[in-house]
């Protein structure tokens, strides 16, 4: 009757126990749970769960342990290691009733000194494999464990060891998941900032590994290459999120007044000084601070800047006491930095606190693949912003666009786009509707060169790029591989 009430508590415990281990999906908690369950029913002292693991010099690693010195060296660890290692070996489970006269451990000191009375120890296994074991003892009864529980425990180790499998492929999966989308996808995190090329995306993966760092970033680029929308970008998907973005255009305010706009004045500081103001340093307090066109900062006032970089501390000009201000300063230009230190415009500790992480935004003529992205992007803005119908691109205008040098970058091409839209008299931007100034073609396309001839030069240059792969080619130039087809049929090319 004992007997049957034991087996009848085993299969309900068994019940609670599946029910309750395969909801936990993180294994060091998964794990801890397995453990104290074990050691509540079958009333142990200590245990410890152990997982093999190839990278461990002796080829496994104790995951949690109860009631155990967390020092694996010591003795009363070492009095089971023993045991542990054979069932990991064998893939046997180990059970004593009484240790001291069990031949068994008759050579074992460390059991002998620990005083242990009854061990019991099963493996972990997934199908034949053995991956772990699950190890417990009690040094206060004889016979603490018998046939009974090492049947509980066999069956509750098999439980055990799916759910700690599923719960790591869960982790891994999860983990993984995330990697891919922070490695391949980065550009799908700044919703504005488009583009798919090499180029785009390495600047990209730069930004995205500064937002929550309160380091200095300078933003190099030619004029109309997005360098205020990447500066937005690391603020608003930055630690500083939904706090004060304020920026400043340094060659826009006359050289009188940047002081006081930058760091304000108290009221008598000056004729006309009639109330104290704040500057824009204060006013972006919490936030970011972004310095557009920073070489143009007269040569007098970038002490103060240092001064801010260095300390986070200004002064309002006729005051007298120091401010702090908890800022992140992005600064940006289209200039050569080194060569303003050369010339003297710049001073150079300021240039080196300046550009401790240097973001270079590529022109767009080095971008060719982000032109149909681009394109579609700002006629998709356009048309709904406009009111228009326009939804497509005829080919020859997209082949226009691609030949474009854009000397203005992506604000060029933006306003190009804009206008066409707004003229277009039908559904498609055709070439008729855009407006391009061609004298300004590089050197690859003459200026005797006709649109076709040009849009035949970048076709074959974009297949030969592709190794003739013509589904790659149409993706690439953002036009249908049926029209693509149809204008290599017309040059005898199919």
């Known amino acids: 009757m004992i007997m049957e009430q034991t087996r009848q508590d085993n299969f309900n415990a068994l019940y609670e126990i599946a029910r309750s281990i395969n909801s936990l999906l993180e294994p060091e908690e998964l794990l801890e749970r397995v453990l104290e369950i074990a050691m ?3 009333s142990a002292e200590r245990g410890f769960i152990i997982l093999a693991d190839p990278n461990k010099e002796d080829g496994y690693d104790v995951v949690t342990m109860k009631n155990f010195s ?3 060296t010591s003795n009363e660890y070492a009095a089971s290691s023993s045991v542990v290692t054979n069932v990991l070996n064998t893939g046997e489970a180990v059970l004593t009733f009484d240790a001291p006269n069990d031949e068994r451990f008759e050579s074992s000191v460390s059991i002998m000194a620990q005083k242990i009375l009854s061990i019991i120890c099963v493996p972990l296994r997934i199908g034949e494999r053995t991956f772990g074991a699950v190890y417990l003892d009690s040094s206060t009864m004889l016979k603490e464990f018998n046939d009974e529980s090492l049947k509980f425990l066999t069956i509750f180790g098999n439980l055990a060891g799916i759910a700690i499998e599923n719960a790591k492929r869960y982790t891994e999966l999860r983990n993984q998941n995330e990697r891919l989308k922070n490695e391949s996808d980065v550009t799908h995190l700044f919703a504005n900032l488009i583009g798919k090329s090499d180029t785009w995306k390495s600047a990209l993966e730069i930004v995205q590994r500064v937002l929550d760092i309160d380091v200095a970033i300078l933003i190099t680029g030619e004029s109309g290459t997005g360098k205020e929308l990447v500066a937005r970008a690391i603020h608003e998907n930055g630690s500083r999120k939904g706090l004060a973005f304020v920026a400043v255009n340094c060659s826009a305010i006359p050289e009188s007044l940047i002081e006081s706009e930058l760091f304000g004045f108290v009221r008598g500081a000056f004729t006309g000084a009639n109330a104290t ?8 307090d919490g936030g970011t601070l972004f310095l557009d066109e920073i070489s143009d900062l007269p040569f007098a006032l970038q002490s103060k800047l240092l001064r801010l970089l260095q300390e986070k501390e200004y002064r309002r000009i006729g005051d007298t006491v120091n401010r702090s201000a908890d800022i992140r300063i992005i600064a940006a230009t289209n200039k050569d930095l080194k060569n ?4 003297g415009t710049l001073r150079e500790d300021l240039y080196f606190r300046l550009n401790v992480v240097d973001i270079h ?3 767009l003529r080095e971008r060719k693949d982000d032109i149909p992205l681009l394109a579609k992007h700002f006629l998709q803005r356009s048309a709904h912003m406009y009111k228009r119908s326009v939804d497509s691109i005829h080919p020859d205008a997209m082949l226009m666009l691609l ?4 000397k203005g970058n992506v604000r060029e091409f933006q306003n190009v786009i804009e206008r066409a839209v707004v003229l277009c008299k039908g559904t498609q ?4 509707d855009l407006v391009l100034d061609f004298t300004q073609r590089n050197s690859i396309l003459p200026n005797s060169m006709t649109l076709e001839e040009i849009e035949r030069q970048i076709i074959e240059a974009t297949l030969d790029e592709m190794d003739g792969n013509r589904r790659r080619t149409a993706e690439k130039l953002g036009v249908s591989l049926r029209w693509l087809q149809y204008r290599l049929k017309e040059w005898n090319k199919d």
């Open 40 to 42: 509540k029913h079958l």
């Open 70 to 72: 967390s020092q694996r």
């Open 277 to 284: 103001k704040k500057g824009l340093v204060e006013v972006a």
């Open 340 to 343: 303003e230190v050369k010339n």
């Open 361 to 363: 935004l590529p022109p």
């Open 403 to 406: 030949a474009n040098p854009w």
């Open 429 to 432: 931007l055709t070439p008729a």
